[in-house]
């Protein structure tokens, strides 16, 4: 078992052969009582009710990423997932199956994937292991979509924890299908579950309104009412055909969102370039993206041009 122990930060300053002064931050772990330096690693979590398009998100980051010359490797967390456009560098299928949980203790498959998640974390040491594979990298994880892993359990929360143990920088990223701004209580139901996966992981968070290349068009100035929740949507739709205690109900969420204003989307249309980017960018935000990495030194020849 590799069991990662944070020392100290420090500052590392060294001068270029250009006199330049260069300075950035390493982090000095303990890997079986050796001191190693380790730069901070980066974790998308991408998380959403099942059909929200996290696969194809995560394979659409994937190609991105290279394509921008990021290393990116891809992790599975869903013990019932079947394939993948981009063989997972990390998959939780190697440790534990959906289908050899149901098969051997007869258990369904909401059951089964709790007990395959918590039988990880009773094998947390796989997963620090790894996980060691991968320093100075960027990950982003295939989560499964039962939002009970994050509301009734702190399975997620936990894994979490695992993660910012090993110097990982967390971006939650929670997917909501765009096709729910056809049924608003669809939406507002999915505004909620956002919510409760924000208060219950307690990190960095954006939510994305993906599968926008499949939304029939729509005025502009309506679709920004579903980027920032307007909870009068709701009051409209209620005040509209439903009997008293769900109107009185309906109210009740919409007050709920307005006290709390904590959810707001970013679309994302998977087949346009500036939108991928534009996501990427909110997300490397909330990280901070490269703050700590290592300068490249410049090379003598790059500044040849401007001698006179």
Known sequence: ???????????????????KIICYRKLIYR????????????????????????????????????????TVHLMNLDPAAEKFEYDPSIDI?????????MEELQYGPNGGLIYCLEFLLNNIDWLEDELGEYENDYLIIDCPGQIELYTHFPIMRRICECLQRLNFRICGVY?????????????????LSATSAMVSLEIPHINVLSKMDLLEPIKKKELKR????DP???????????NSKFHNLNRAIVQLIEDYNMVSFIPLNINNEDSITAVLSHIDNAIQYGEDQEPKEPKDEDFEDFEG
């Open 1 to 19: 078992m590799r069991l990662f122990q944070k020392q100290a930060g420090i500052f590392i300053i060294r001068f270029t052969s250009l006199g």
């Open 232 to 242: 009068t949507l709701l009051e409209e739709e209620a005040n509209a055909s439903m």
């Open 175 to 191: 997917l909501l299908e765009s096709q729910f701004i056809v049924d608003k209580a669809k939406y507002f139901a999915g505004v």
């Open 226 to 229: 579903y980027y920032d929740p």
């Open 93 to 101: 299928r190697d440790l534990i199956t959906l289908e050899d949980v």
């Open 31 to 70: 890997l079986n009582n050796k001191l190693i330096f380790i730069m901070s690693r980066y974790v998308q979590l991408v998380m959403g009710p099942a059909g929200s398009g996290k696969s194809t998100y995560c394979a659409t980051l994937m190609t991105h990423c290279q394509n921008i010359g990021r």
